[in-house]
Nanobody, 122 residues
């Protein structure tokens, strides 16, 4: 059974940094593309960042590309999202996602975590 468990969310102030982590119970984690999405209250879920199976390719959405970094540790089955210079508009539930593919980018993700709340106060 695939499980993706996010951690690291919390309440921070504008300008702070935060690192989210996703622990994946996946066999052959290194054959999965991984991604982070977020959903703010009243809004649709949106793509934040993705990383290929090897970590050799990444994609980051325009609103956060200068502030967020995605990386993975295939030895530990984790993917992380390092967030800098957080803004109130970054407030959302952040979801980890996985798809069993060596292609990149990925059009849709098959597995999702439960999410972790990030709240940025002004």
């Amino acid at each position: 059974q695939v499980q993706l468990v996010e951690s690291g969310g919390g309440l921070v102030q504008a300008g702070d940094s935060l690192r989210l982590s996703c622990a994946a119970s996946l066999q052959r984690f290194d054959t999965y593309a991984m991604a982070w999405f977020r959903q703010a209250p009243g809004k649709e879920r949106e793509f934040v960042a993705a990383i290929s199976w090897s970590g050799g390719s990444t994609s980051v959405s325009d609103p956060v590309k200068d502030r967020f970094t995605i990386y993975r540790d295939n030895a530990k089955n984790t993917v992380s999202l390092q967030m800098y210079s957080l803004k109130p508009e970054d407030t959302a539930v952040y979801f980890c996602a996985a798809d069993h593919t060596t292609s990149f980018p990925v059009l849709s993700y098959s597995y999702w975590g439960q999410g972790t709340q990030v709240t940025v106060s002004s």
